[in-house]
């Protein structure tokens, strides 16, 4: 079925595009929204009078992506990762990783939008692509850094010594702290029998 989509609809398309969509989701999706509307010669006629102003606004997607092309290939992203003393990352850094760093540098992009070729498993230099708009897309630097984690050498492990099995918990923790131990209870005193006169 036919439709001309009165709103932008990722991946599907922008407003005024002509799609071809199965009748369901015309009918239960994009027409209850005003995502579409069908394609007939009275909506072509409604969008050949908005042309102008549909182009408009696509001139100005594609300024704001050349501009966001310019800042985005200007950015060298340091991502520092946990890695091993051979320089092997501990896990790998992701279309995600790369999202959150581009968030905190301000730059909102989808995580289905940035593509790595391969995967980035060790520390150094790559690059990744950005789909901005169109066919416009911005290449960034990422640069991985490895932060080296310390793991406790076989001296530094406390010794094992013998331990006294005559020595029980209570006696244990009563001799390091004299003064919260409990005293222990007096043996009762043995009845007195009466001299024999």
């Given at each position: 079925?036919?439709?001309?989509?009165?709103?932008?609809?990722?991946?599907?398309?922008?407003?005024?595009?002509?799609?071809?969509?199965?009748?369901?989701?015309?009918?239960?999706?994009?027409?209850?929204?005003?995502?579409?509307?069908?394609?007939?010669?009275?909506?072509?006629?409604?969008?050949?009078?908005?042309?102008?102003?549909?182009?408009?606004?696509?001139?100005?997607?594609?300024?704001?992506?050349?501009?966001?092309?310019?800042?985005?290939?200007?950015?060298?992203?340091?991502?520092?990762?946990?890695?091993?003393?051979?320089?092997?990352?501990?896990g790998a850094?992701?279309?995600?990783?790369?999202?959150?760093?581009?968030?905190?540098?301000?730059?909102?992009?989808?995580?289905?939008?940035?593509?790595?070729?391969?995967?980035?498993?060790?520390?150094?230099?790559?690059?990744?692509?950005?789909?901005?708009?169109?066919?416009?897309?911005?290449?960034?630097?990422?640069?991985?850094?490895?932060?080296?984690?310390?793991?406790?050498?076989?001296?530094?492990?406390?010794?094992?010594?013998?331990?006294?099995?005559?020595?029980?918990?209570?006696?244990?923790?009563?001799?390091?702290?004299p003064e919260?131990?409990?005293?222990?209870?007096?043996?009762?005193?043995a009845p007195?029998?009466?001299?024999?006169?």
């Amino acid at each position: 079925m036919k439709v001309i989509l009165n709103k932008d609809l990722s991946p599907l398309g922008e407003e005024g595009d002509v799609k071809d969509v199965a009748k369901g989701y015309a009918r239960n999706y994009l027409f209850p929204r005003g995502i579409a509307v069908p394609y007939n010669d009275s909506t072509l006629k409604l969008f050949a009078s908005r042309k102008d102003e549909i182009e408009k606004r696509k001139n100005e997607k594609r300024q704001d992506a050349a501009g966001l092309k310019e800042k985005i290939e200007a950015l060298k992203l340091d991502i520092t990762m946990p890695a091993g003393p051979n320089g092997k990352l501990y896990g790998a850094v992701t279309s995600q990783t790369i999202m959150d760093e581009l968030a905190k540098q301000g730059y909102q992009i989808e995580r289905k939008r940035i593509e790595i070729s391969g995967s980035i498993k060790s520390v150094g230099k790559y690059k990744a692509s950005v789909k901005l708009y169109e066919n416009a897309s911005a290449e960034v630097t990422v640069n991985v850094i490895g932060q080296e984690i310390k793991t406790e050498s076989k001296s530094a492990a406390p010794s094992r010594g013998k331990r006294r099995r005559d020595a029980s918990p209570q006696s244990e923790s009563a001799s390091e702290n004299p003064e919260t131990a409990a005293p222990e209870p007096e043996a009762p005193a043995a009845p007195v029998a009466p001299a024999a006169e």
